[in-house]
C-alpha cells in the first residue's frame, strides 16, 4: 500500500503564486507517473499535469505557461510550482501515482487525500 502525503495548499489572491508538494511512501518498488488533478465543487476530477520517471510532462491546456510540475525521483515526491493564479483554478487539489511493488506486479494507482487551493478575485 501506498500513501500520498500533499502539502502547499492555501488562500491566495488572483495572480499570486503556490506551491504543491506531494511525497510517496510505502510497498513502491517503482514508479511510472507522479501527478496533480483537481475538482471543483460540481465538477468532474481533471487532469492539471504529469510526469513520468523519465520526465515526459503532459498539462492540461488551462495551465500551461503558469503551472509547472517536477519531480524527485529519488525522494518520490512530485511538485507543483503554480504561478499566476486565476479564481477558476479554485479547486482540492490531489496527487495520484502509478506504480508496481515488485518488478512483475500489475501498475497500482493511488491518491492523495487532496489539498484546497483557493484563488480569490
Known amino acids: 500500500q501506498v500513501q500520498l502525503v500533499e502539502s502547499g495548499g492555501g488562500l491566495v489572491q488572483a495572480g499570486g503564486s503556490l506551491r504543491l508538494s506531494c511525497a510517496a511512501s510505502g510497498s513502491i518498488f517503482s514508479i511510472k507517473t507522479m501527478g496533480w488533478y483537481r475538482q471543483a465543487p460540481e465538477n468532474q476530477r481533471e487532469l492539471v499535469a504529469t510526469i513520468t520517471t523519465g520526465g515526459e510532462i503532459d498539462y492540461a491546456d488551462s495551465v500551461k505557461g503558469r503551472f509547472t510540475i517536477s519531480r524527485d525521483n529519488a525522494k518520490n515526491t512530485v511538485y507543483l510550482q503554480m504561478n499566476s493564479l486565476k479564481p477558476e483554478d479554485t479547486a482540492v487539489y490531489y496527487c495520484?501515482?502509478?506504480?508496481?511493488?515488485?518488478?512483475?506486479?500489475?501498475?497500482?494507482?493511488?491518491w492523495g487525500q487532496g489539498t484546497q487551493v483557493t484563488v480569490s478575485s
Open positions: 495520484n501515482t502509478l506504480y508496481k511493488t515488485s518488478w512483475y506486479s500489475a501498475d497500482f494507482r493511488s
